[in-house]
């Protein structure tokens, strides 16, 4: 195919805007010349498909192979980026740790989802229910008129 290439993920990470910025590494062989020279800021459409699961003989995803992350799956993996996110701390501390109750971001997380771990978060509806609604409520809070002020006062 034309303009295809094999590339790996290596970073991820959530801008103070909201936008994801995206990594990737790509063999210098792989690479092509269009990306040297087209300008910064240049948009692409992209497709991704999971090289584990193309078959490069004939261009075609092994559907066998190809298998969705439950829920939970999602959930957990959000969790690890989350907890890292200095803005995500702030709003978990400020919203549900008034009294200072707990002592890191893991531990509030655990009492508002009312797990112990957070591969918990893989089978425990209630758990996703909670995780939810403390994401929507995060992005809520962060996309409001609010925001610039809320993040000050913090």
Known sequence: MDNMLEAKKDSLRQMQGGEIKLGFT?????????????????????????ADVYDESNGVVKESLATEKTEGERLLALSHIKYKDIEF??????IYNDREEYETIEDCIYAICRIESRSELVTNKNA???????????????????YADNLSRI
């Open 89 to 94: 701390q702030k709003y978990v501390f400020s």
């Open 26 to 50: 790509i063999q210098h062989a792989d690479m092509p010349d269009f990306l040297y020279s087209d300008p910064m800021g240049k948009r692409y459409y992209v497709v991704f498909v999971d």
């Open 128 to 146: 996703q229910d909670a995780f939810n609604v403390l994401l929507r409520n995060f992005r809520e809070w962060k996309t409001s008129q609010d």
